[in-house]
């Protein structure tokens, strides 16, 4: 075995002083081989004594020479282990001095110089501990201060320098997968020896531990919308890699799972695509991996900054939120963090910073906005002791741009609901515009005027509202109605025409004529293009009886005559019916609005005649009348005598001038009718009839 020591033979003397008394030589190293042979190095004294005899090798703690040295010239001898029994260089450090034997005086003995002895503890982490004894209290002069270590591989008789230490204990990091190691420790003294400790192993193998923890230095989002992840280079130089995890939520379990292997050991940033920093935060670690495939534990771990944009078109902003950032460049908790930056690019121009926040703010409200703007946001969070350190978040885009304004908003109809007092107010509307409600709005003024009724909000999918207005009164005026728009911040955007219901008014004229009286429907985009007129008798079903053309005039008349109805009861209702003309088709539809229903009365009429024969033509005396109500119809027959000869509650049956059967004389007697009409109204007429015969 070659050993790392050096003997170095002085020169001769060129003669011996014999006049000087000796001095003892000076002791400089302590060299260990591997067969636990010790060699020891000293430097002669300056002047020998002329009575000079040998030098005596001393182990302390025996009283007999280990060994003697007669030639006064040699600086080193190799003390063999077996002459140090029971001792062992290889088991534990000795101590040697020399003695200088005389003829004469005695010499004093030289200092006590101990050889090192080194231990080696492994640890089966991964790591061997090296411990070792000093050669003395105070080095020997010349002596270097380092100790030097050196390592053998499965005694291959190669010894390398590994490191160098100025104190007596050493930890070897192992980079082997398994393998018998042997250290060694020399320390020199100047260019004259070295001083070796024993070499020792361990009687099983030792083995590399797995890479040490990592430290996860950034992940950030590129422009790509790519993650990238970075962290530091790992420490232990048999790393071939690092390992990526992410974070997955399994079967509602989180989980961390290897998403993929990055080879080198210099290789320290990795760019993900395998999911959407723009669609949620994404977390990561990483691992070393060494050439023994062991993976070292998990880093930190990192959250991408995922960012959101809330618009708010009523405000004019754009609130930007964000998750708070962790464990920037390896910095534990939020105390790297400086704080972060928020860029933005308007109308795809170059990014710039539009502010910052503190560390533990993770919300900006962007309120310098323009209608016509279209932004782009990122947030870059940076470390408090290096600017340079960040991390970046995804990219939101943005434009604060109302929607489109509504598109041929119309009032279709404001209609009474047949024989109500309700009125049915009809929008067509843009479902595509911006509308957050509908406001329906009414005015009993022709002027203006104009109060909210109702509020809806904006429904979905379809371009038809409407509203019943039962708080209306339409038999006694008309109301104009529109709806207005209004966009989600409740500001008016649209205003549709006005719609204006028809008072209907009807009165019966004493020449059986009923005057009917309306004012235009408004405002249909075409007018009407007619009104249809319809009436019913006494309440029975209603029918058409008359179509006036729309003149523009404003109010309408039209007169019935009913002269040729000579049965009922002399009521007669009304509505009118207005037709849109829509003649250039503006709209997918054609829309009618009707009136309120309208009372007319006809006050009775009785034709009575003055004679009968009942033999004759006129064989029965009844009256003849029109619009009399049935109900209070009563026809009496009274003799000059005041005898009651006939009576009769229908107008349907008459006198045929006979009494309990008996055929009256001819003569003069009194008739008495009574009758109410439809409305209430008593009428009492009385007169006499001449009976023929």
């Not at 002027?447 to 039962?470: C, E, Q, R, V, W």
């Not at 309990?660 to 003569?667: F, L, V």
């Not at 007169?687 to 023929?692: A, S």
Request: aromatic share 12%; proline share 4%.
């Amino acid at each position: 075995m070659v050993l790392f020591s050096l003997i170095f033979l002085l020169g001769g003397f060129a003669q011996i002083n014999a006049q000087v008394t000796g001095t003892p030589p000076n002791i400089r190293c302590v060299s260990v081989d591997a067969a636990g042979d010790v060699t020891l190095t000293w430097v002669l004294p300056s002047t020998m004594s002329s009575s000079w005899l040998s030098f005596q090798v001393y182990m302390v703690g025996n009283n007999t020479p280990v060994a003697t040295v007669t030639n006064p010239t040699q600086t080193s001898v190799t003390i063999p282990a077996a002459s140090l029994l029971p001792n062992s260089a290889n088991s534990g450090s000795i101590s040697f001095y020399i003695y200088t034997s005389t003829s004469g005086s005695p010499v004093t003995n030289s200092d006590t110089l101990s050889s090192m002895y080194l231990s080696v503890n492994n640890t089966g982490g991964g790591t061997a501990v090296l411990n070792w004894t000093a050669i003395s209290t105070n080095l020997p002069q010349g002596s270097d201060k380092w100790y030097q270590i050196y390592r053998e591989y499965d005694s291959n008789d190669v010894w390398i320098w590994i490191d160098s230490t100025q104190s007596r204990s050493y930890v070897d990091t192992i980079t082997y997968c398994k393998a018998y190691l042997n250290y060694q420790v020399q320390i020199a003294n100047s260019t004259i020896c070295v001083s070796s400790s024993n070499q020792v192993g361990s009687s099983s193998p030792f083995s590399s531990s797995a890479p040490p923890i990592g430290v996860l230095d950034t992940v950030s989002v590129t422009s790509s919308n790519t993650t990238e992840i970075s962290w530091a280079k790992s420490r232990k130089s048999n790393v071939i890699g690092y390992i990526i995890y992410q974070y997955f939520v399994v079967s509602q379990v989180g989980k961390w799972l290897p998403i993929d292997t990055v080879y080198g050991i210099n290789t320290t940033s990795f760019n993900y695509s395998g999911a959407n920093p723009a669609d949620s935060a994404l977390s990561f670690e990483v691992a070393a991996l060494d050439s023994c495939h062991n993976g070292g534990a998990i880093s930190n771990s990192q959250t991408t900054l995922f960012l959101r944009v809330s618009p708010d078109f009523c405000t004019q902003t754009n609130t930007l939120s964000w998750n708070s950032y962790q464990d920037l460049a390896g910095n534990l908790g939020s105390s790297g963090i400086g704080g972060y930056k928020v860029f933005v690019s308007i109308n795809n121009g170059a990014f710039g910073i539009l502010g910052t926040t503190t560390a533990n703010v993770t919300k900006y409200i962007d309120s310098n906005l323009s209608k016509r703007e279209y932004r782009c946001y990122y947030v870059q969070v940076y470390e408090s002791a290096n600017h340079d350190t960040t991390a970046s978040s995804n990219m939101v885009c943005d434009s604060i741009t109302p929607p489109p304004p509504p598109k041929n908003n119309y009032l279709r109809t404001a209609t009474v609901i047949f024989n109500t007092s309700e009125i049915n107010i009809v929008g067509y509307v843009d479902s595509t515009s911006g509308a957050g409600f509908y406001q329906f709005k009414r005015s009993s003024d022709s002027a203006g005027g104009f109060s909210i009724i109702k509020t809806i909000t904006a429904p979905l999918h379809t371009d038809s509202i409407s509203y019943i207005d039962n708080s209306a009164h339409p038999a006694t005026q008309s109301y104009r109605y529109r709806i207005i728009t209004l966009d989600e911040c409740n500001k008016a955007i649209d205003s549709t025409n006005i719609g204006q219901t028809m008072l209907l008014t009807a009165n019966g004229q004493s020449d059986r004529i009923n005057t009917l009286s309306w004012n235009d429907y408004g405002d249909w985009y075409d007018n009407p293009a007619y009104y249809l007129i319809y009436r019913s008798v006494d309440g029975a079903s209603y029918s058409l009886v008359h179509t006036v053309t729309y003149s523009g005039a404003g109010e309408n008349t039209y007169n019935d005559n009913v002269g040729g109805i000579t049965v009922g009861q002399g009521t007669f209702y009304y509505y009118v019916k207005a037709v849109e003309n829509n003649k250039t088709g503006l709209y997918p539809f054609t829309d009618t609005s009707l009136s309120n229903i309208a009372e007319a009365y006809q006050n009775p009429t009785v034709y009575i005649p003055n004679a009968f024969d009942p033999n004759g033509v006129n064989k029965i005396f009844i009256p003849v009348g029109v619009f009399i109500d049935v109900q209070g119809y009563n026809f009496s027959i009274v003799s000059r005598w005041g005898t009651v000869l006939f009576q009769s509650s229908d107008p349907e049956i008459g006198w045929n001038g006979t009494y309990h059967g008996k055929k009256m004389e001819e003569g003069v007697y009194v008739y008495i009718l009574t009758y109410t009409s439809s409305r209430g109204e008593y009428f009492q007429q009385e007169g006499t009839v001449t009976l023929l015969r």
